[in-house]
C-alpha cells in the first residue's frame, strides 16, 4: 500500500526567511504533484513533476523530485504572507494511461511578520 | 476556463437519507475521482472512473456508491447517510496521466 507522507504537518515561518517542506513516498514512482489549498477553498495544482531530478520553479516556491529516495522537497524562499496555505502533495502509482493519486495529510504553512 | 462544477457548495442531510452528490465538468475528461477530506486525514480516494459507465473503488468505498452515465457527469451516492460521513468532499477530473487533477469547489456535507 502506498504512504505518502508530509513532514512537519504545521509549520509556522517568518516573513523573508527561507525554509524547506518535504514529502516522502513508500513506494517506486516518478510522478508527483504539489496542490496548494487556501482555508475554505478548493485545492489548485502548484507543480508536475514527472521525473528524477526534475525541479519547477514559480515565484517564491521550488519544487524538485528525487525518485531514487522517494522524496519531493518544495523550497520557499523569503517567505511572505500570501503563501500561508496547506499544500498537499500526491503520488501517482498508476500505470498505463490512467491516474490515481495518493494523497499526503498536507502541511499548513503560516507566515508571521 | 477549465471548470470542475459540483452542484452544492453545503449540504444538511439526516441520517438514513439517500444523498446524491453531482459533479460536472467541461473538459471532455475521461478521468473523475470523488476524494473526501477530513482535518488532520488530507485527501482520501472514494471512487474513481476511466471511462462511461466505468468505475472503480478508492481507498475508502464503504457507504458510498457511483454513477457516470454520462462523461462528463460523475455522481456520488450516499445509500444511507451516516454522521461519520460528515465531511468535504471534493470532486476532481483530468484528461490522462501526468497532467493535473482540476478540482471542484468542494461539498461540505453534514449529516445530523
Known amino acids: 500500500e502506498l504512504k505518502v507522507e508530509q513532514n512537519p504537518l504545521f509549520l509556522s515561518m517568518q516573513e523573508g526567511k527561507n525554509y524547506t517542506i518535504y514529502c516522502n513516498y513508500s513506494?517506486?514512482?516518478?510522478?508527483l504533484y504539489w496542490y496548494r489549498q487556501d482555508p475554505g477553498k478548493s485545492l489548485e495544482s502548484l507543480f508536475v513533476?514527472?521525473?528524477?531530478?526534475a525541479v519547477k520553479q514559480e515565484g517564491r516556491l521550488m519544487a524538485s523530485l528525487d525518485t531514487k529516495a522517494r522524496l519531493s522537497t518544495l523550497h520557499i524562499t523569503a517567505a511572505v504572507h500570501d503563501l500561508s496555505a496547506t499544500y498537499f502533495c500526491?503520488?501517482?502509482?498508476?500505470?498505463?494511461?490512467?491516474?490515481?493519486?495518493?494523497f499526503g495529510k498536507g502541511i499548513t504553512l503560516s507566515v508571521r511578520p | 476556463d477549465v471548470k470542475v462544477t459540483q452542484s452544492s457548495r453545503y449540504l444538511v442531510k439526516r441520517t438514513g437519507e439517500k444523498v446524491f452528490l453531482e459533479c460536472v465538468q467541461d473538459?471532455?475528461?475521461?478521468?473523475m475521482f470523488w476524494y473526501r477530506q477530513d482535518p488532520g486525514l488530507g485527501l482520501r480516494l472514494i471512487y474513481f472512473?476511466?471511462?462511461?459507465?466505468?468505475?472503480e473503488k478508492g481507498d475508502i468505498p464503504e457507504g458510498y456508491s457511483v454513477s457516470r452515465e454520462k462523461k462528463e457527469r460523475f455522481s456520488l451516492i450516499l445509500e444511507s447517510a451516516s454522521t461519520n460521513q460528515t465531511s468535504m468532499y471534493l470532486c476532481?477530473?483530468?484528461?490522462?496521466?501526468?497532467?493535473?487533477?482540476?478540482f471542484g469547489s468542494g461539498t461540505q456535507l453534514s449529516v445530523l
Open positions: 476532481a477530473s483530468t484528461g490522462s496521466v501526468n497532467e493535473k487533477l482540476f
Open positions: 513506494t517506486t514512482s516518478d510522478r
Open positions: 513533476l514527472l521525473s528524477n531530478g
Open positions: 500526491a503520488v501517482d502509482m498508476s500505470t498505463g494511461a490512467n491516474s490515481k493519486l495518493t
Open positions: 473538459m471532455d475528461h475521461e478521468n
Open positions: 472512473s476511466y471511462d462511461v459507465k466505468m468505475k
